[in-house]
């Protein structure tokens, strides 16, 4: 299970319990707008589970983040690469910094005309001594190159293309991230009224 799979990873996480629900056999919606954190990640994550517990054939993520954690970015898209549910992932805002990463695992990938997506290279922040400093930039470095090898492999883009445009910070339409293999395919969507959906909202 997803749940128990994150729960496993992340052991500072307690006491969450996913009720059981009546089984359907039909599509489920998700919204997620925020940062990508230890908070949101378990709400994520406990969402897809409960589509899975209701059977639903597929799960539809209208998706848009300003980024945030590294660590809990790749836990994401691990988690929806080896989904055992489909997962169709909708850009209709933002997908910037390792929100690339999350949108990009998804197989089924569409986006809004208006959405934009935003790489550049990973930041740190806090106070270091010397060596710190030295570890830091090293750690810095490693996120840098994990992100561009995953956005090349999941996309168009070859690798010197994918950290040139991290090195100097790039942001690109919709048509020209459907150009790169980042998006397949420019629609408009809207979940029906008469469908409910799960809400993940958190005002940057």
Do not use: C, W
């Not at 090293?138 to 293309?161: G, V």
């Amino acid at each position: 299970m997803l749940l128990e799979a994150y729960l496993l990873v992340n052991k500072m996480f307690r006491g969450y319990n996913v009720s059981m629900l009546p089984k359907t056999s039909s599509e489920s919606f998700i919204v997620f707008e925020g940062a990508i954190d230890q908070q949101a990640t378990i709400r994520l994550v406990s969402a897809i589970e409960k589509a899975e517990q209701q059977n639903a054939q597929k799960v539809n993520i209208f998706f848009s983040s300003l980024g945030g954690s590294i660590y809990e970015g790749f836990l994401l898209a691990t988690l929806i690469q080896n989904s055992k549910t489909q997962i169709s992932i909708h850009a209709n805002n933002h997908i910037d910094s390792i929100a690339n990463v999350v949108y990009l695992s998804s197989k089924e990938r569409t986006a809004e005309s208006y959405a934009k997506f935003y790489m550049h290279g990973a930041t740190a922040n806090g106070s270091f001594d010397e060596k710190g400093l030295k570890d830091q930039l090293t750690a810095t470095q490693t996120n840098n190159t994990r992100i561009a090898y995953f956005i090349s492999e999941n996309s168009e883009l070859p690798l010197p293309k994918v950290q040139q445009m991290m090195n100097i910070g790039t942001t690109i339409t919709a048509q020209k991230a459907m150009e790169y293999g980042i998006v397949h395919q420019i629609n408009h969507k809207e979940i029906p009224k008469s469908l409910s959906r799960e809400a993940i909202i958190y005002v940057n």
